[in-house]
């Protein structure tokens, strides 16, 4: 069983910043698994985001390039998603997603981008 836990999501104002967490725990070799974020905006698909590879390679959705950054520590199980110059049109649900055998999901994190 792998458990992941985000946090760090909340209500900001447009240009601003936030750094979202997600803690990674269970039967997991953490440093041998790719991690994504993705995110959910009311009424739409979730999309991905951001992954970083095992070996730290990163992917960054272009709606996002530029502006979010991705980053992963292996000695604490836990990735980031450093988010700047934030857009209202950035409000959404932000999920933490890896797969190990199955595909795991936490239950999200809140961010909101006021105009």
């Known amino acids: 069983q792998v458990q992941l836990v985000e946090s760090g999501g909340g209500l900001v104002q447009a240009g601003g910043s936030l750094r979202l967490s997600c803690a990674v725990s269970?039967?997991?070799?953490?440093?041998?698994?790719?991690m994504n974020w993705y995110r959910q905006a009311p009424g739409k698909q979730r999309e991905l985001v951001a992954g970083i590879s095992p070996s730290g390679s990163t992917s960054i959705a272009d709606s996002v390039k530029g502006r979010f950054t991705i980053s992963r520590d292996n000695a604490k199980n836990m990735v980031y998603l450093q988010m700047n110059s934030l857009k209202p049109e950035d409000t959404a649900v932000y999920y933490c997603?890896?797969?190990?055998?199955?595909?795991?999901w936490g239950k999200g994190t809140l961010v909101t981008v006021s105009s």
């Open positions: 269970g039967s997991i070799f953490f440093s041998h698994n790719t």
């Open positions: 997603n890896t797969i190990y055998g199955i595909e795991y």
